[in-house]
T-cell receptor, first 115, second 113 residues
Framework: DQQVKQNSPSLSVQEGRISILNCDYT??????FLWYKKYPAEGPTFLISISSIKDKNEDGRFTVFLNKSAKHLSLHIVPSQPGDSAVYFCAASLPSNFGNEKLTFGTGTRLTIIP | DGGITQSPKYLFRKEGQNVTLSCEQN?????MYWYRQDPGQGLRLIYY???????QKGDIAEGYSVSREKKESFPLTVTSAQKNPTAFYLC????????????FGPGTRLLVL
């Protein structure tokens, strides 16, 4: 059972516009969420994270929004740049007393920025 | 320069052969992880270790084995029991049991001849 879902396998966005990547989860116990960016044949790179006590976290061009009632998070990239073309994974973690040592990953969304 | 190194970058395995993938980190992280990535799929956890001389099975441990004799090293052996070993293997580490970010190595691609 896929507890973290990224329903859009791919997304194309014009350079300079906003990219919005979505992620849904089913386990309401998840309380920490991360976004990673991955280029082909390389390891994922951490982008941004958010704790469930917040509904928004911002870092430069990247903002993550968390809607706990909908079990939904999204990553906004503004403005989108050609170097943002990559596969983006969302991941979720349980609280420490429930075994937070593991991350559960979504299947990824391939973002293509069109010049 | 601190980080996670994986070697080799590409590895070829013959039928019935065991192969070992190396993962080393100099970040002084307590926890280390092995994931497998297949095309169109997310990262699936094979094994993880939160402390030296201790490790736990992840979601797809069958056909794999690990050891954690040193804090900085967490090698993964792909045994002949793993019937579909062709994949991209990723090692990661994390500082402690707290909710902190996992950092990944560059990966090893394993191919079966």
């Amino acid at each position: 059972d896929q507890q973290v879902k990224q329903n859009s396998p791919s997304l194309s966005v014009q350079e300079g516009r906003i990219s919005i990547l979505n992620c849904d989860y089913t386990n309401s116990m998840f309380d920490y969420f991360l976004w990673y960016k991955k280029y082909p044949a390389e390891g994922p790179t951490f982008l941004i994270s958010i704790s469930s006590i917040k509904d928004k976290n911002e870092d430069g061009r990247f903002t993550v929004f968390l809607n706990k009632s909908a079990k939904h998070l999204s990553l906004h990239i503004v403005p989108s740049q050609p170097g943002d073309s990559a596969v983006y994974f969302c991941a979720a973690s349980l609280p420490s007393n429930f075994g937070n040592e593991k991350l559960t990953f979504g299947t990824g969304t391939r973002l293509t920025i069109i010049p | 320069d601190g980080g996670i190194t994986q070697s080799p970058k590409y590895l070829f395995r013959k039928e019935g052969q065991n192969v070992t993938l190396s993962c080393e980190q100099n970040l002084n992280h307590d926890a280390m992880y092995w994931y497998r990535q297949d095309p169109g799929q997310g990262l699936r956890l094979i094994y993880y270790s939160q402390i030296v001389n201790d490790f736990q099975k992840g979601d797809i441990a069958e056909g794999y084995s690990v050891s954690r004799e040193k804090k900085e090293s967490f090698p993964l052996t792909v045994t002949s029991a793993q019937k579909n070993p062709t994949a991209f293997y990723l090692c990661a580490s994390k500082e402690s049991r707290k909710q902190e970010t996992q950092y990944f190595g560059p990966g090893t691609r394993l191919l079966v001849l």
